[in-house]
């Protein structure tokens, strides 16, 4: 499966590595410590609007894209790392890396231009859980929102909070989508699973889970590569830690692509 969220107390974590909430906000003050922050899978908040009906679920529609002369590449600086046992220094995620239950895993980027950014995982069961945007998760706030904005650094789930893998083992994949404008049939899609997966119902929540995959099947992959002068860059998590990795850049995103890493969990 995936991962419940962490809160550290004693060991502040800063950055690296698919919610949204299901039936309201959470007003709550955050609390002090990671205690009792667990969570089956993310656990979050999302606004609950679609009508399923008896409508069968389609493929969400990716906008249009311009004709080739008119494309530019969506652009990125990417890090994903992971901290194992929620212990010691943080560590590079990189395709086919290998992490264990109780791990802690985090996401950190920064778009070139404005533009509209969608992050999933599927875990080892095959589910899908959306990990940005999310306003909260196991009922903490987060407040990541798009659209994002040029040269921001977005830390997911947020500078002192972390993913964690859970008991289920296997293979798992973050997907990174991008685009230029607001993808309104996949946020849609998105929340009509949320709601099927509330009420239990498995049949609705199976077929919209197999139409989204169908989207992420049917782009091309763009691979997270390394700076070509081989620099390095001092990645910061809070004011107390920081994580020093080669230049990481996500290149050619486009509305007809997609950036996948899959690591094993064991």
């Known amino acids: 499966m995936i991962y419940k969220l962490c809160w550290f107390n004693s060991l502040p974590l800063i950055v690296g590595g698919l ?7 959470v007003n709550a003050a955050e609390p002090a410590s990671e205690t009792g922050l667990t969570t089956r899978g993310p656990a979050g ?12 679920p ?8 311009p004709q080739a002369a008119e494309v530019k590449p969506l652009n990125f ?3 994903y790392v992971y901290r194992p046992g929620g212990q010691g220094a943080l560590k590079p995620l ?23 950014v969608y992050i999933f995982q599927v875990d080892s069961s095959k589910a899908i859980f959306q990990l940005f945007p999310m306003r909260d998760f196991g009922g903490v706030r987060v407040d990541n929102f798009n659209p994002v904005k040029a040269g921001v650094v977005y830390h997911l789930p947020a500078k002192d909070k972390s993913f ?12 990174f989508l991008a685009f230029r404008q607001r993808n309104q049939a996949l946020e849609e899609q998105y929340e009509a699973l949320i ?3 509330m009420s239990k119902d498995k049949t609705t929540e199976d077929n919209l889970q197999t139409a989204i995959k169908s989207n992420f099947k049917t782009r091309g992959l763009a691979g997270i590569v390394d700076d070509p002068q081989k620099k390095t860059a001092t990645v910061p998590w809070t004011s107390a830690e920081s994580f020093t990795v080669p230049v990481r850049h996500l290149n050619n995103l486009c ?4 950036s996948m890493i899959t690591f094993e969990h064991r």
């Not at 990189?94 to 509209?116: I, R, W």
């Open 58 to 65: 389609k493929p969400a529609s990716m906008p249009p894209t």
């Open 195 to 197: 709601k099927a997966r």
């Open 19 to 25: 919610l949204l909430s299901a039936t309201g906000v």
């Open 94 to 116: 990189v395709e086919g890396s290998a992490l264990n239950s109780g791990d802690h895993y985090k996401v950190q980027f920064t778009p070139e231009e404005d533009s509209y």
């Open 164 to 175: 964690q893998l859970d008991n289920n083992v296997g293979s798992e994949s973050i997907l």
């Open 45 to 56: 908040t999302v606004k609950i609007t679609p009508q399923l009906g008896d409508a069968t």
């Open 77 to 79: 600086k990417v890090n």
């Open 255 to 258: 509305a007809d692509c997609i």
